[in-house]
């Protein structure tokens, strides 16, 4: 049964104003363009284009190496200047395809031709997202065509469109749906021709009155189709929170959506299926917010993945006139990631560069004091987990209580808990190290064991 909204969440200030009645600008790259191997989850893809190649706009350049892998596609017409590590948003070195932009932006045959979605198979809808590299471009990262083939596709119930954008400062996915409401429907339909027993639901929160008129509007169209608005509320665009809300399901870390009759996918995936299987485009561009007090223009810019950070901040003006932004995130201060090179490139699920003045982090580590058993993060964690204790845990290492007797990974890293903390506790870090040394100790034990083989 469908709930109003999800158990616990924070109400962070959302700082929408700077850009969310700002129109999407196209934006394209003038520098050199960077295609990390590994913007997704599962195995990086691998080249099947070599130093000196010439390249289209649309072009495969790297192939999915395995069943968890997504295609990589040239956004730029060019000749390919290395195969080489380069910096990532994530701060490591991967392995990257970099291409010398020529400005032209010349198609690969075929890319923008229209089709009809109807006459192709189910399994020709998934070759075709597949090709075009389409991955969760809320964030996640899993590749769309492994999402949308389940075991038991007949048991799917609901294909939920996640338009929450609960992150504060972000506006892309708003403006998208007020732009592209009846394009982005149309990729709902692809997705439920896969799902026979299954209703398309589009999860919004109240706070974008502008999209849901949109997309109530587009869906009149669509008898499969509703429109649900929902509080505003931090996480309501976690995959759970919208899974919780639309079918009232809560699940266990071990179970996928599908376990539990649910595929939720981000409306910018969504319309990057449409382009795919309706225009024959495969994924090349994005909405990308930039914002922040210490950008001079925040815009929503249109653009094609591979562009380097700075060219895009360059564009909005740079930083204001005696500022420098203290805080840099690829996303928004709740989930983002900081970054402290401008020369990385945007990636497929990066949706906004955000700038601050003020590094919160950093004034709060000032403040910190010893947790005050209040019990603030036990009531707003959307999992239902304690992370009071979890952080006890994790401070003696007793891993096994924090996994077994806490239930610690089911932590979805939202920063709830850290945000509402009078104490000024570093949760969510502190889970994010204990997950990490919770899989490297698995590994560990796995690779002894099949050594003993």
Not at 101 to 130: C, H, M, Q, W, Y
Not at 266 to 284: D, F, H, K, R
Not at 435 to 447: G, L, V, W
Request: proline share 5%.
């Amino acid at each position: 049964m469908a709930r109003r909204t999800f158990r616990g969440g924070v109400h962070p200030i959302g700082h929408k104003e700077l850009t969310k009645d700002a129109d999407f600008e196209l934006y394209l790259p003038k520098e050199e363009m960077v295609y990390p191997l590994n913007q997704h989850i599962g195995r990086p893809a691998s080249p099947v284009v070599k130093k000196g190649d010439a390249v289209l706009a649309g072009q495969i350049i790297a192939e999915a190496s395995a069943f968890v892998s997504a295609n990589v596609v040239s956004s730029c017409s060019g000749k390919v200047k290395a195969v080489e590590k380069r910096r990532s948003i994530g701060g490591s070195m991967v392995d990257c395809i970099v291409i010398e932009n020529d400005g032209l932006f010349e198609n690969a045959p075929g890319v923008g031709e229209k089709r009809d979605p109807s006459a192709l198979t189910n399994e020709e809808i998934l070759g075709k997202i597949k090709d075009a590299g389409i991955i969760g471009m809320g964030g996640a990262g899993f590749p769309t065509h492994v999402k949308l083939a389940p075991k038991n596709a007949d048991a799917i119930r609901w294909v939920i469109a996640n338009g929450a954008e609960c992150e504060p400062y972000i506006t892309c996915d708003d403006r998208l749906m007020r732009a592209k409401a009846e394009q982005i429907l149309q990729g709902m339909d692809v997705m439920l021709r896969l799902f026979p027993n299954a209703e398309g639901v589009v999860v919004i929160e109240d706070n974008k009155p502008e999209a849901i008129a949109e997309m109530q509007k587009a869906a009149q169209k669509h008898d499969r189709i509703r429109i649900q608005p929902c509080p505003v509320k931090y996480p309501q665009g976690g995959e759970r929170s919208c899974i919780s809300v639309v079918a009232g399901i809560e699940y266990k870390i071990t179970q996928l959506p599908a376990d539990v009759g649910c595929v939720v996918e981000n409306v910018g995936t969504i319309y990057a299926i449409y382009q795919a299987v309706c225009e024959s485009t495969p994924l090349m561009e994005r909405g990308v917010t930039i914002t922040g007090d210490a950008v001079t223009r925040p815009c929503n810019l249109m653009t094609r993945i591979g562009v380097s950070c700075n060219e895009l901040l360059t564009y909005a003006g740079g930083f204001k006139d005696g500022v420098q932004a203290a805080k840099m995130m690829a996303g928004g201060p709740m989930m983002g990631i900081a970054f402290d090179n401008l020369t990385v490139p945007v990636q497929k699920n990066n949706n906004a560069l955000t700038f601050l003045r003020t590094d919160e982090v950093v004034e709060a580590e000032k403040l910190q004091t010893n947790c005050i058993r209040c019990g603030r993060c036990n009531r707003v964690c959307p999992m239902g987990l304690t992370p009071q204790m979890m952080s006890a845990a994790f401070a003696k290492r007793d891993y096994d209580r924090y996994e077994n007797k806490l239930h610690g990974l089911e932590c979805i890293s939202c920063g709830s808990c850290a945000f509402i903390c009078p104490a000024k506790r570093p949760l969510t870090q502190e889970f994010k190290v204990a997950k990490a040394e919770i899989m490297a100790i698995k590994r560990e034990q796995q690779a002894k064991e099949g050594a003993k083989k």
